[in-house]
């Protein structure tokens, strides 16, 4: 499952997988309260996701066993609407909101369990992905993304030698 932290301090549970399979299911845990409510629904069922949250209280939320799909939940409405498809199938990958809106994915598990050497830019606003013209130097599963000062984007980890890279989102590549 993810667990994402929101602008009120609440924690969205999105997905992961139980005895029977993939979920499709939220939960939105409030820690002044200590308790948990039922969130929306999700369109697919998803592990192995990421989920972004945005400024504005809405989650993206990014493929996982549910390959290429999208959506975003909007969870003061109680609704979920799809975002386009990726490029690649991809699950275990890393996701980051980049300062100017639009969310960075990298690296990953094709749907036959390949690792990734790709990148995606989602751009909020045109609700589309964008493929990133060049590759990492290495494969990531599950890398760590920092969005430092200046808007670059460490991809930190994901890999067997211990490495780092950047995304340049003025250069819009991989260096």
């Known amino acids: 499952h993810s667990a994402t932290l929101l602008a009120d301090g609440r924690v969205l549970i999105a997905g992961g997988r139980n005895g029977g399979g993939s979920l499709s299911t939220t939960e939105i845990y409030d820690p002044a309260a200590g308790v948990f409510m039922t969130g929306p629904s999700m369109n697919v ?7 972004t949250s945005f400024a504005n209280g809405r989650v993206f939320i990014a493929g996982g066993e549910a390959g290429r799909s999208a959506e975003i939940l909007d969870l003061g409405a109680g609704t979920s609407a799809p975002a386009g498809s990726m490029d690649v199938a991809r699950s275990m990958h890393s996701a980051a909101l980049l300062q100017d809106g639009r969310v960075l994915v990298v690296g990953g598990r094709d749907a036959n369990g390949n690792e990734l050497t790709s990148g995606e830019i989602f751009d909020t606003a045109a609700s589309a992905f964008s ?45």
């Open 45 to 51: 069922a998803r592990a192995g996701h990421s989920a």
């Open 131 to 175: 493929t990133i013209d060049n590759d990492l130097k290495v494969s990531r599963v599950r890398a760590h993304l920092r969005v430092l000062f200046d808007g670059k984007v460490q991809i930190i980890g994901g890999s067997n030698d211990g490495s780092m890279e950047i995304y340049d989102p003025v250069f819009a590549g991989f260096g």
